[in-house]
């Protein structure tokens, strides 16, 4: 497993934007992929975006694409979510998670490394 700890979380008006961060250590960070996922209040958990060991993938639930961004820096350690034109709807607890393969998937089954969660709410 890795330990993760996210960061960057906060109070945001519609239509700002928010750049979270996940530092990692343990197991290789650079081997895995590595995914967000978020809990909407009262909600379940789900899947955000992903990202393969090497960046050469991505993917987003509907709901973010085009607005919210995952990349990483394997010389840091760091993987990021930046959100852009955050709506209401994005109010969360985000996750960062580190999955068992080199590429990423929406299960959560598919993660075997949580952090702790870093809350996000947007309102006016």
């Known amino acids: 497993q890795v330990q993760l700890v996210e960061s960057g979380g906060g109070l945001v008006q519609p239509g700002d934007s928010l750049r979270l961060s996940c530092a990692a250590s343990?197991?290789?960070?650079?081997?895995?992929?590595m995914g967000w996922f978020r809990q909407p209040p009262g909600k379940e958990r789900e899947f955000v975006a992903g990202?393969?060991?090497?960046?050469?993938?991505?993917f987003y639930r509907d709901s973010v694409k085009g607005r919210f961004t995952i990349s990483r820096d394997n010389a840091r350690n760091t993987v990021y979510l930046q959100m852009n034109s955050l709506k209401p709807e994005d109010t969360a607890a985000y996750y960062c998670?580190?999955?068992?393969?080199?590429?990423?998937?929406?299960?959560?089954?598919?993660?075997?490394?949580w952090g702790q969660g870093t809350q996000v709410t947007v309102s006016s």
């Open positions: 990202i393969a060991w090497n960046s050469a993938s991505t």
């Open positions: 343990g197991r290789t960070f650079s081997r895995y992929g």
């Open positions: 998670a580190g999955s068992t393969y080199s590429s990423a998937t929406s299960n959560f089954r598919d993660y075997d490394s």
